[in-house]
């Protein structure tokens, strides 16, 4: 810091040096001719006029961030007119005229004010001009002129960023360039080494370097091994003043990481792997996995597995899951437990990609023993995945099909499964599943933003043992429909003021956003409008910032309380979902008073805004008219409940039943003559219409012509189908049956009579005996017809 102060000293002082030489040389070197002349004979006596120099000033210069106590003497303007009698006056104007630079209008002295930064501004351009005292009348024309900023080292060097991150190979050869930093030093790079700037390396030591002059870090350390470390932090210096002392400082940290090459072969952690499987397992199932590890990563860490030897290569088969770099052993035919109980394998594990520099640090590959033994055991149900994720929409209808679990018998016996759902982990009763072939379906309705994942368990069973049961986790993701609506995300209430304040009429006085229940793709981005019917409001207007939110501004200004205090404005939200959803929300504006700064100071209704209001009259005369509606509908319903007719024509009758019996039965169906069918019919039926006796109906029911049938018909079957479809079509039908009985049997029916009444008054020869080999089903109805000989024999 005293360095830094002792400089700033110097460097003004070699500024006030300059200063003072500028002035010895201007008033040497004229810059500008005058624009008054003196008369000056020619060779033959005529007269020939030359311009002499109207203007003396000095150059013009200052240091930048001069912080003495008095303003700083930038120059001097002086005419040649000027005969000292403070006639002429001096005029200063342009860029920072009377703001930064003054004149002295009589001396002609320019001053700097104000503490001027190069690096804001390195020069301003003014024009002077000398202008009669008592008239303003120009004596000369304008002159040009450029104040121009001295540069000292007020800045120190920066960084274009804080942070640096660059990636080199491992075991790269040193001197390989990293990462070029650079930084910028705002000071003048014309002047000195203000701006002159030296790198050197303050961390990260002795693995990497850098150059002085260009930024650019480098290697320094070979066969750097990613395995070993991976990161590294470098701190860079940046100094101007050429590195030298009393210089200023930037500094930027590099992080650098090590990326992977396959400099490492794949490895076994043990010679002898040891496998069982079932006996009843099937070409495909899984025996068990090996791993080989490679400490490098990516494409340089793939891993490839192959059955290279052994008495189970054609048994058994190997693949790589490239997710965990596993070999998976699968069963390729099918085992016999009695013919052969152990397989071997030998498996080698090799790098897919090989790097050509690194040869010399193979074989990139290595070889272990898989035993395989074969098991004889009874096993419960497997299902074909370890867990489930399946997916339904919202709103789906019941019994929408979500998806399928498959389980199977490992055993040789191959049972059939059945499935069922662990109510447990259903309490609510969402879904069922059928138990032949593990089809889930949804009993109700979902709703994703009440419930988004349901996380069910299903078992699985064999039908002939249930003891032989297992267990899947089955998780049910409810997708997402947009069916909610965008609404406030708040309850808005804004505020206006009266009296003609326009604080709000550029800027909008609330902004708004919303929330939508949906998930992101059916949600945001919100579109805000007003409804079409109020689009040309008068009082307020809306704009959509297009960033889930929205202005609200008023569209005039001079509101009052007494003419109306409150606003409600209705604002249309549309979300961006396909279907988009909108919704309908209001905004509760108030009109307040407010000081002189636009604050609110109070929304409460003045007291003479209430004679704004009805009068009393006009209250009386509201009521009025409310009472003698209230009286006209109590008279209407008294009414109406004196003329309403009993629900049944009979008040001894049963209001439930309506049962009228014939005791005719005539002569069969061969007799067409005994029995008129006409007795049977309504008399009103004739015409059509039936009405009904057990209820009144509230309307009349018209008859279609089509089922009206004849007056003489004898064709029970037509009879009993059109009183059917009678009582299908009466919308004056109650709830209940109204039952009728037609006691119309006949006699002589090939059929016979299909009626049981006389079975227990007559005697019967039938041998009901056979009932007792029916099961236990019929032991009751065997009980009752087939014990006649027992008790008989009892007797």
């Not at 830094?4 to 500028?22: E, K, N, P, R, V």
């Not at 850098?210 to 066969?223: D, H, K, M, S, Y």
Request: charge should be negative; charged fraction near 25%; include cysteine.
């Amino acid at each position: 810091m005293k360095e830094d102060s002792c400089l700033h000293a110097a460097l003004i002082c070699l500024g006030m040096l300059y200063y003072s030489h500028a002035m010895s040389t201007e008033k040497l070197n004229p810059l500008r001719p005058s624009l008054h002349g003196h008369h000056e004979k020619g060779k033959e006596g005529q007269v020939l006029h030359r311009s002499k120099r109207g203007w003396v000033w000095n150059q013009f210069f200052v240091i930048e961030e001069y912080t003495g106590p008095d303003p700083v003497l930038v120059g001097k303007l002086h005419s040649d007119i000027d005969s000292g009698d403070g006639n002429i006056k001096y005029i200063l104007s342009g860029e920072g005229a009377g703001i930064i630079f003054v004149i002295d209008d009589k001396s002609g002295n320019i001053h700097a004010t104000k503490t001027l930064d190069r690096e804001e501004r390195a020069q301003y351009i003014l024009t002077a001009q000398a202008v009669d005292r008592n008239t303003n009348r120009p004596l000369e024309p304008p002159s040009e002129f450029i104040v121009k900023v001295q540069d000292i080292n007020d800045n120190p060097p920066e960084f274009l960023h804080e942070n640096y991150h660059a990636n080199v190979p491992e075991r790269s050869n040193v001197g390989t360039s990293v990462i070029q930093v650079t930084a910028s030093d705002a000071d003048d790079p014309t002047y000195g080494n203000s701006a002159k700037l030296v790198y050197s390396i303050l961390e990260g030591q002795p693995y990497f370097s850098v150059e002085a002059q260009t930024g650019i870090i480098r290697t320094a350390l070979p066969n750097m091994d990613r395995e070993a470390k991976e990161e590294y932090h470098v701190v860079i210096q940046a100094k101007d003043m050429g590195g030298h002392m009393g210089g200023l400082s930037g500094t930027t940290k590099v992080t650098i990481t090590l990326t992977d090459v396959n400099d490492n072969p794949p490895k076994f952690p043990q010679s002898v792997y040891q496998m069982s499987i079932s006996e009843a397992s099937i070409p495909g199932e899984e025996v068990g996995r090996l791993k080989a590890k490679d400490p490098d990563i990516g494409e340089n860490g793939l891993v490839t597995y192959n059955i290279i030897d052994g008495d189970g290569v054609e048994m058994f088969e190997i693949t790589t899951d490239y997710e965990t770099q596993e070999g998976v052993v699968k069963l390729k035919k099918l085992l016999d437990y009695e013919t052969k109980k152990s397989y071997s394998l030998k498996v080698e594990a090799a790098n897919v990609h090989i790097d050509p520099k690194f040869i010399s640090n193979g074989p990139f590959k290595d070889t272990v023993t898989v035993k395989v033994a074969v098991e004889d055991a009874d096993e419960p149900p497997i299902f074909l995945a370890p867990s489930y994720i399946l997916e339904v929409q919202e709103n789906a209808a019941a019994g929408a099909v979500v998806g399928r679990v498959h389980a199977k018998d490992p055993d040789a016996a191959n049972s059939a499964i059945r499935y069922s759902i662990d109510r447990h982990t259903d309490l609510e009763r969402y879904f069922s599943i059928s138990p032949e072939d593990g089809y889930i379906k949804t009993i109700k309705a979902l709703d994703r933003e009440e419930i988004a994942w349901h996380n069910i368990s299903v078992f699985a069973s064999e039908v002939y043992n249930r003891h032989q049961e297992a267990k899947v986790p089955v998780a049910i993701k409810v997708l997402d429909v947009n069916d909610n609506a965008p609404k406030f995300a708040s309850t808005y209430e804004a505020f206006i003021c009266e009296n003609g304040q326009t604080t709000f009429l550029l800027q909008a006085f609330i902004t708004i956003t919303a929330d939508d229940k949906d998930d992101a793709a059916n949600g945001p981005r919100f579109i805000f409008s007003l409804p079409p019917e109020i689009i040309h409001n008068p009082n307020f207007t809306l704009t959509d910032n297009r960033d889930n939110t929205a202005g609200i501004y008023v569209r005039r200004s001079g509101f009052s309380r007494q003419k109306q205090d409150l606003y409600l404005l209705p604002i249309v939200i549309s979300d961006g979902g396909i279907p988009p959803m909108s919704s309908t929300n209001t905004l509760t504006i108030r009109v307040c008073g407010c000081d002189s700064n636009g604050s609110m100071l109070s929304c409460n209704a003045e007291a003479y805004i209430l004679n704004a209001g009805l009068s009393t009259g006009a209250l009386i005369a509201i009521l009025a008219c409310i009472v003698i509606l209230l009286v006209i509908v109590v008279l209407f319903v008294t009414l109406k409940r004196q003329k309403k007719e009993p629900l049944i024509v009979f008040e001894e009758e049963d209001v439930r039943e309506n049962i009228i019996t014939y005791d005719d039965e005539g002569g069969g169906e061969e007799d067409t003559e005994a029995f008129d069918i006409a007795t049977l019919q309504n008399p009103d039926g004739i015409n059509g219409f039936i009405p009904r006796k057990d209820i009144k109906p509230e309307y009349q029911y018209m008859p279609r012509p089509g089922l009206r049938p004849a007056p003489n018909s004898v064709d029970v079957d037509d009879f009993i189908n059109t009183r059917i479809q009678e009582a299908d079509n009466d919308p004056t039908a109650p709830p209940y049956d109204s039952i009728q009985i037609y006691g119309y049997e006949g006699r002589g029916s090939v059929a016979g009579s299909l009626s049981s009444l006389e079975s227990a008054t007559t005697d019967s020869d039938l041998d009901y005996d056979y009932l007792q080999n029916w099961g236990p089903r019929f032991k009751k109805l065997a009980d009752l017809y087939g014990s006649k000989d027992t008790f008989d024999d009892d007797s």
